[in-house]
């Protein structure tokens, strides 16, 4: 007779709950039992518990089940389940049960959602078959199968006698016919081989484009199963297909080369796509051998820098920035400050900062005293725009400041960025005012910069320092903008706190002042 698979789960369940707990006790209650929250059973004593179980679920199986079956073992164990049931007794005493008297069993929670927890599924009509030696409804994860009341009944025998807190239950256990178990254990194989074809085109078509198993065919032979490629042309175009489509083109990267040195900002990559042709022999192969991993080939194309003898510097992280903005056009006039600007910052541009060295902003551009740098570059008003950009740059990326020098009055132009216009570094070239710093990352830096041009009447300046992808995280928190003594909008007084930490610790804290005084005409 074909059992009902709901209400055996629950009564054994059930039995799992009170097995350990059962003493006798003085008389017998039922009260409206049947998957209804909070209810209580009494019982005057073990026996009649078992035989009412016992009689329970045999006189509830009378219809055919479905087993939703996906591991192939069922382990109840209510922890695991999260189903709640608690156990009292009716008095207070720990001693009642001594007494005689009953125990108390309360179920905090539903049949309907007890079933929403386990993989069961009640149906007649989508169980898994054989039909001309294919499987049919493997998918559906439901089996039809008759129930052994005989083993039944010795596994509620064994889980009252013991001391045991859960049960587990295989199929083999509770199924009177092999053929029916030989179904669930075919489909088992099958899902787990189709799972792997199912990986592996996701993996080539990861947005699911393309029906690859309408190519494929799998047939029984006795007890094992066959797979096959039906329609080998079919499969060719898809896989072409999908080649094209998920193709990636190689990228050269960033990077500038310096001293015979290729200084990488930002990582080459291969491209590549899938090589249709090998890729259909590997999976000819896995329909031979399933039980085998199956393996896509690929076709490269590799960037110029894959190949080169020139050493490689890993300047792939960015480590911090420096930001300020110029106006374009000023009383009419194109800023002549900007020619200045840029050119100070060119001077920097693709410069190594070495673990442990510090940063000379003279030192870099090095002035030849007549109003150029030794490279050529001309030196006048705006220049200071180049050490305001750098410095904001070493403040963000957390390093020592050795040298800082404000300038005389306040500057308008610097007001982008921060909450107060307090972030300058001033320089001139006699008497010396220099920009300092130290890299203690502990890795060499790189300085690049780039400016842009957006259409809001300013020039934007970003000087990056670029170090290894190795190198440690820092944060950088700048705090408690202050501001007083003020005389006017661009007289006052002001500072500002940072505070650096690396890998959690912290480096350094510090503050920065300001004192500017009226400008002299």
């Known amino acids: 007779m074909k059992k009902h698979a709901q209400n055996l789960l629950i009564a054994v369940l059930m039995i799992v709950s009170v097995g350990l707990l059962f003493f006798i006790a003085s008389q017998t209650v039922f009260k409206n039992y049947k998957s209804q929250a909070s209810e209580t059973l009494y019982f005057d004593n073990e026996g009649e518990l078992r035989r009412y179980f016992v009689a329970e679920i045999k006189n509830s199986f009378s219809q055919d089940i479905i087993l939703n079956f996906e591991n192939r073992k069922i382990e109840i164990d209510p922890e695991s389940l999260e189903f709640n049931t608690t156990i009292s007794r009716a008095s207070d005493s720990p001693d009642a049960y001594l007494n005689g008297e009953p125990i108390k069993v309360e179920n905090k929670l539903s049949a309907d959602s007890f079933l929403n927890i386990l993989p069961i599924k009640i149906s007649s009509d989508d169980g898994a078959f054989i039909f001309q030696n294919s499987l049919v409804n493997c998918e559906s994860g439901e089996y039809d199968f008759e129930i052994d009341e005989e083993r039944l009944d010795s596994i509620i025998s064994e889980l009252l006698d013991s001391n045991s807190n859960d049960i587990e239950i295989t199929l083999e256990d509770l199924v009177l016919d092999d053929s029916e178990l030989s179904i669930i254990n075919q489909c088992r194989v099958f899902l787990e081989q189709k799972s792997k074809l199912q990986e592996f085109f996701q993996a080539i078509d990861p947005k699911e484009q393309y029906d690859f198993f309408g190519s494929f065919k799998y047939t029984l032979d006795g007890f094992s199963g066959l797979w096959s490629i039906e329609k080998e042309s ?288």
């Open 234 to 521: 079919a499969l060719k175009s898809l896989l072409s297909s999908a080649s094209e489509k998920y193709k990636k083109n190689k990228y050269e990267g960033q990077y500038v080369e310096k001293d015979g040195k290729i200084l990488l900002t930002k990582e080459f990559e291969s491209g590549q796509k899938l090589d249709v042709e090998q890729t259909f022999i590997n999976l000819k192969a896995w329909t031979d051998n399933p039980s085998t991993s199956i393996n896509a080939s690929y076709i490269y194309d590799r960037p110029e820098l894959y190949a080169t003898e020139k050493e490689v510097l890993d300047f792939t992280k960015l480590l911090a920035s420096g930001k300020s903005r110029l106006d374009i056009i000023r009383n009419g006039h194109t800023n002549v400050g900007l020619n200045f600007a840029f050119t100070g910052l060119f001077a920097v541009d693709g410069t190594v900062i070495e673990p442990g060295e510090e940063f000379s902003y003279i030192g870099t551009i090095r002035p030849t005293g007549d109003g150029f740098t030794e490279d050529g570059f001309g030196i006048g008003g705006g220049i200071c725009n180049s050490t305001t950009t750098i410095f904001r740059a070493a403040l963000e990326a957390g390093f020592e400041i050795t040298e800082r020098n404000q300038h005389y009055y306040n500057v308008p132009s610097y007001e982008w960025g921060y909450p107060l216009n307090i972030v300058d570094a001033a320089y001139y070239t006699s008497p010396k005012v220099d920009l300092k710093f130290i890299n203690d990352i502990g890795y060499p830096v790189l300085m690049k910069f780039e400016y842009s041009r957006p259409g809001d009447n300013y020039q934007y300046h970003t000087v990056n320092f670029y170090t290894s992808s190795e190198a440690p995280n820092r944060e950088v928190e700048l705090f408690n903008w202050q501001k007083w003594a003020e005389r006017s909008e661009t007289v006052f007084q002001g500072s500002f706190d940072r505070k650096v930490t690396q890998d959690g610790n912290v480096l350094r804290e510090d503050t920065f002042k300001v004192s500017y005084r009226p400008k002299q005409n």
